[in-house]
């Protein structure tokens, strides 16, 4: 059964300054591995070990640390710049932000936030405010999976406002359960045009029942899919795309951001989750051969 809902990117063209000013300030290198972004000890200042520190107002911070991963829990600092390369900072809370004048994410650096959650913990995304953002080839903010999780157990509804379900109806030989994809501002559907017939529904048998969200300001993670119809161990439906939002001077995107919905994990009539959303407010967006793409997961 395939998710065919996905939700629009929308980029606001809004002239405004963030003001970018002069940057200074020390430089501070990452030089742990998985850890606190807070913790201090995680930290080194080569010109000034004494002067070793959390990353300060001003403060240059490279994350560049190979496999690291950097967990950033609460609002950081005003940065003059941040560096990411073959590493991951990865946000949790929803109210945590990411400030810098100049983000540069380059080959290898990966934005992201935890995920899936269920309607029961604390949501999550990345979101962004700086006054250029960089992201090179092979760099990305990707929140792929990250939004409400797919359903477990025995044909487990998915997770999220738009969770995917069953609807039970009638077929040639029976009562049979008809499940959907997760939605979000569009609409989950079954992925076989037979059992739409069978049920008298549209042509495109979609669940509309479960919408949500803004088409101007996409600001909600993705729902979550169907689960299996095996209780093992790990199955589960598709999880939904997580939740970016961007709010920057000039964005280059050479790289990628992507917030898509994943498949099920484990066996056969599990649904897709919904794709999430990325809200980007900018003065200027360009890029070469760079994507933004905000896809349901497949069946």
């Known amino acids: 059964m395939k998710a065919r809902s996905r939700f629009q990117l929308v980029v606001g063209v809004i002239l405004f300054g963030l003001g970018a000013g002069e940057v200074c300030g020390d430089t501070l290198t990452w030089t742990a591995g998985t850890n606190d972004w807070h913790a201090v000890q995680n930290w080194t200042n080569w010109a000034e070990p004494a002067a070793t520190r959390v990353p300060a107002d001003g403060d240059t911070a490279v994350v560049t640390n190979a496999g690291a991963r950097v967990l950033l829990a609460q609002p950081s600092a005003y940065l003059g710049a941040l560096v990411i390369s073959n590493a991951v900072v990865s946000c949790s809370n929803w109210d945590t932000t990411l400030y810098a004048t100049n983000l540069t994410i380059l080959k290898g650096g990966l934005l992201t936030c935890e995920g899936p959650f269920t309607n029961n913990a604390m949501s999550n995304r990345v979101c962004v405010t700086c006054s250029t953002l960089v992201i090179e080839t092979n760099g ?104 970016v939002r961007i709010v920057a001077d000039h964005v280059v995107v050479n790289g990628k951001i992507s917030a898509n919905g994943t498949k099920p994990v484990g066996s056969s009539h599990g649904s897709g989750g919904s794709g999430g959303g990325i809200y980007i407010t ?13 896809n349901a997961g497949p069946s």
């Open 140 to 243: 990305a903010i990707t929140v792929d999976g990250k939004g409400w999780a797919g359903g477990t157990g025995y044909y487990g509804d998915g997770q999220g406002p738009g969770g995917g379900g069953i609807l039970s109806g009638t077929g040639g030989g029976g009562t049979s359960g008809y499940f959907f994809g997760g939605s979000y501002g569009g609409m989950g559907r079954i992925g076989n045009p037979k059992q739409c017939n069978l049920l008298n529904q549209t042509a495109y048998c979609c669940l509309a029942t479960n919408t949500y969200g803004s088409a101007e300001a996409p600001l909600h993670p993705g729902s979550g899919g169907t689960a299996p119809h095996q209780t093992v161990s790990g199955y589960m439906g598709g999880s939904g795309g997580g939740a």
């Open 282 to 294: 900018c003065s200027t967006i360009t890029g070469t051969n760079g994507s933004i793409t905000v």
